[in-house]
């Protein structure tokens, strides 16, 4: 099951996510005659495993819906292209992103690849309120460092449940669904480029180089934990005008989904509706010789198979 949130006559509303389609979860509950104990809330995590009071209707409405005759699922569907969709998470209070957690991008970027059991995930944060954008807006190249703009196709991890401590084993537990994230970069950002040189400037440039606003395209959809539901089978790819830069699967992350939830748990208290951005593989623009980056004019397609394409234009 898939799910997604859209903006129609002014509101923003859930609805059934499909490749060509969405479909109103409120309309289609009234077609149906189902009540939702969330009516009208366009929180995802109200459908969605493991804690949301509709999940189990959602997932009965979904399961409706696939028997229904092909002239009444037209009939209550709306097209996907022209569907102005709106990230997964309206506000989520935390969104932490792994660096360095696919190996042949460790190694395009002239690293060493470890072996998870030698070393521990690095992880660092995006602001959400003005980095996360919605499937179709617009990626803005700063005019601060316009020149070294990259992509990063991720597996986005959305939190279902408050969790502390909790070990690997229980950790998928704990999620509510994938999303498909893009982790833009600034891979040449330098604050004062006429500044006296420290010994920490390199790592704060980097960090600093994930911030700027529109900086963590998200979406289209959510497919929803279930227990069939792999996070470690997810087949990446990611296309800047049409030509593919990434091609991949989750399968190579060094750190699996349940590990870094393991682990981030150990330190951090977790909460319903925070993000985890996976890390990204291979295929970068900087890792291209000669490098190549993005330029006002691309479209970006970021697709998990499974879930769905993330598109952005770049301004």
């Not at 969709?85 to 969104?95: C, G, N, T, W, Y």
């Not at 539901?229 to 049409?242: A, E, R, S, Y």
Request: charged residues 25%; contains cysteine; hydrophobic residues 40%.
């Amino acid at each position: 099951m898939r799910l997604c949130r859209y903006q129609h006559n002014g509101n923003v509303e859930a609805a059934l996510y499909e490749d060509t389609r969405i479909v109103s979860l409120n309309r289609l509950a009234a077609e149906l005659g189902v009540k939702l104990p969330t009516p009208m809330s366009d929180n995802l995590l109200d459908y969605l495993p493991p804690d949301g009071k509709s999940a189990r209707a959602t997932r009965d409405l979904a399961e409706r819906f696939a028997k229904m005759a092909e002239a009444d699922q037209a009939r209550l569907s709306l097209p996907l292209k022209g569907a102005k969709l709106r990230v997964p998470i309206a506000e989520p209070k935390k969104v932490i992103l792994l660096a360095g957690n696919y190996a042949d991008h460790i190694r395009e970027g002239g690293g060493q690849a470890p072996a998870q059991k030698e070393t521990f995930p690095y992880f660092f944060w995006k602001p959400p309120s003005t980095t996360l954008t919605h499937p179709g807006d617009p990626v803005r190249i700063p005019a601060v460092s316009p020149n070294e703009i990259d992509w990063e196709i991720e597996l986005g991890v959305i939190l279902g449940k408050r969790c502390r401590d909790v070990s690997e084993k229980d950790a998928l537990a704990c999620v509510a669904g994938y999303t498909v994230c893009n982790d833009i970069s600034d891979r040449n950002f330098k604050i004062n480029a006429k500044r006296k040189k420290r010994d920490k400037d390199g790592f704060f440039d980097w960090l600093h180089g994930k911030w700027h606003d529109s900086f963590l395209p998200t979406g289209p959809c959510v497919r929803a934990a279930d227990a069939d539901v792999d996070p470690q089978k997810f087949p990446l790819k990611l296309k800047v005008n049409g030509q593919v830069m990434q091609d991949a699967s989750t399968a190579q992350m060094i750190f699996p989904v349940a590990a870094l939830v393991s682990i981030l748990s150990t330190f951090i208290t977790l909460e319903p509706g925070d993000i985890i951005s996976t890390g990204t593989p291979s295929g970068v623009g900087k890792g291209r010789k000669p490098p190549i980056f993005l330029k006002a004019g691309d479209i970006i397609d970021a697709e998990i198979a499974g879930i769905g394409t993330l598109t952005n234009p770049v301004k």
